[in-house]
T-cell receptor, first 117, second 118 residues
Framework: KAGVTQTPRYLIKTRGQQVTLSCSPISGHRSVSWYQQTPGQGLQFLFEYFSETQRNKGNFPGRFSGRQFSNSRSEMNVSTLELGDSALYLC????????????????FGPGTRLLVL | AQKITQTQPGMFVQEKEAVTLDCTYDTSDQSYGLFWYKQPSSGEMIFLIYQGSYDEQNATEGRYSLNFQKARKSANLVISASQLGDSAMYFCAMREGISNFGNEKLTFGTGTRLTIIP
């Protein structure tokens, strides 16, 4: 089975621009989560989508948004980019509900490295 | 309060030795899951091992085992017979409320950078 794929892998933008990142989950996985990783804040949860619906959202401003399509592929968008948005953006997919009601493993993609100048 | 605490920012270990990476967690949920991920310099997070709060046995996956002490709220990762390829960042993560379908959020610790010395 192919793993989680993310495009593009690297991106350079300037302040004020917007950006769209794409994530294709493992085949059959219906949940897609997004995380931001920075040296200062570490790994932080952005949001999670399941069956085209956002189920959970982290503590990020409204400039960060996302969506999920009927084939479970997901996109996240950041508008009006700021220097602090420079980060590694990781997407993870899983197939909830988990084993016997337990937690299902999230499998991560390679990430998109975004640099805002 | 930090939900996941990893107190070892960096560790150096001789090749072929065993290594223990510490992780303590804080939750009031009875139903939760604990994960360990490895992140090489390439950036991808690689799943290593999972322990559910109701699992009575410590989880094992090949050279990885999880030393789960529920009363102490600790979930340390043990890597046996370390290899040069084990050099990476290691993250402990928790998902709370796992009995509730719909909570996929992982909370991560700050990580431990493990370096294996030949």
């Amino acid at each position: 089975k192919a793993g989680v794929t993310q495009t593009p892998r690297y991106l350079i933008k300037t302040r004020g621009q917007q950006v769209t990142l794409s994530c294709s989950p493992i085949s059959g996985h219906r949940s897609v989560s997004w995380y931001q990783q920075t040296p200062g804040q570490g790994l932080q949860f952005l949001f999670e989508y399941f069956s085209e619906t956002q189920r959970n959202k982290g503590n990020f401003p409204g400039r960060f948004s996302g969506r999920q399509f009927s084939n479970s592929r997901s996109e996240m968008n950041v508008s009006t980019l700021e220097l602090g948005d420079s980060a590694l953006y990781l997407c993870a997919s899983s197939f909830p509900p988990g084993r016997g009601g337990g937690a299902e493993t999230q499998y991560f993609g390679p990430g998109t490295r975004l640099l805002v100048l | 309060a930090q939900k996941i605490t990893q107190t070892q920012p960096g560790m150096f270990v001789q090749e072929k030795e065993a290594v223990t990476l510490d992780c303590t967690y804080d939750t009031s949920d009875q139903s939760y899951g604990l994960f360990w991920y490895k992140q090489p310099s390439s950036g991808e997070m690689i799943f290593l091992i999972y322990q559910g709060s109701y699992d009575e046995q410590n989880a094992t996956e090949g050279r990885y085992s999880l030393n789960f002490q529920k009363a102490r709220k600790s979930a340390n990762l043990v890597i046996s017979a370390s290899q040069l390829g084990d050099s990476a960042m290691y993250f402990c993560a928790m998902r709370e409320g796992i009995s509730n379908f719909g909570n996929e959020k992982l909370t991560f610790g700050t990580g431990t950078r493990l370096t294996i010395i030949p």
